[in-house]
């Protein structure tokens, strides 16, 4: 009857264990799922996925969408893992094991390439891509008998905040080699090469905004666009993923 046929339609559905929106294509989200298969949904089309990654083979934990880069999004499981996802790919960019489950994550406000880790051995692990893509710069046993299940960073000061399954929640201040920016890289670099009797590096030219139909040279009083720290952190993070211009923006 229809009992039968409604039972038959929901298997084969994991239970949905966590999701995030897209910062700025707000029809578009990630949904975790008990299995550790990850879904990419939209508002619009509520009966089918826009794509499944199957990167994970235990519950995933937590995906967060990369606070500058709109293809870049990190995924937390069960299974020891973070992975680092391009959304226009099925397979994993990266992948991290931190050695036991992966309670949260997190991306730092101030950086495409740094991002927190906390996991159930009570360890904080923090990662800084443009230093180093295998290892985290800052890996740190916050606390001894309970398990780490909740990281945030503060939105404007250096401090991450972890949480653990007995309702403690920890402040933990970040020392300043994590929290570089690509501009503190970029005066940082100008400074060693100016100290070495070499010439400054250039900056490259501002782009310009796209005329009516699109054109690379924009129309007659087109107005020359500056490049912002957040253009900076997108192109760090193109260049260390070897992204480029494939794939395009979210959709």
């Known amino acids: 009857g229809g009992d039968d046929a409604e039972e038959t339609s929901l298997v084969g559905l994991a239970g949905g264990a966590c999701f995030d929106f897209h910062r700025t294509s707000e029809h578009l989200f990630l949904v975790g799922t008990e299995e550790g298969r990850i879904h990419k949904c939209s508002k619009a089309y509520s009966s089918q996925y826009l794509e499944t990654y199957p990167g994970h083979y235990m519950a995933v ?17 069960a299974d020891w893992t973070v992975k680092l996802w391009d959304h226009a790919a099925k397979q994993p960019l990266m992948s991290f094991d ?10 730092a406000p101030y950086s495409s390439s740094t991002f927190a880790a906390v996991t159930n051995d009570g360890k ?33 000061q250096p401090l991450l905040l972890v949480g653990d399954d007995r309702g403690q929640v920890l402040c933990l201040k970040l020392s300043p080699n994590l929290r570089k920016t690509e501009e503190t890289r970029s005066t940082e ?25 699109g054109g690379g040279d924009g129309g007659a009083g087109e107005q020359a666009r500056a490049v912002t720290p957040r253009d900076l952190e997108i192109q760090k993070l193109d260049k260390l993923l070897g992204l480029g211009e494939k794939g395009g923006a979210a959709r």
Do not use: M
Request: a positive charge; charged letters at 25%; one cysteine or more.
């Open 61 to 77: 934990y937590a995906v967060r969408w990369n606070r500058f880069h709109p293809r870049v999004f990190l995924s937390a499981s």
């Open 98 to 107: 931190l050695g036991n489950q992966v309670g949260d994550i997190a991306w």
């Open 124 to 156: 904080v692990h923090v990662f800084d891509l443009a230093e180093n893509k295998h290892e985290p710069l800052c890996d740190q046993k916050v606390v001894r008998k309970s398990k780490l299940t909740h990281c945030a960073f503060n939105n404007t």
């Open 189 to 213: 670099r100008a400074a060693a090469a100016a100290a070495a009797g070499g010439d400054q590096p250039k900056k490259p030219p501002p782009k310009k905004r796209g005329g009516a139909d």
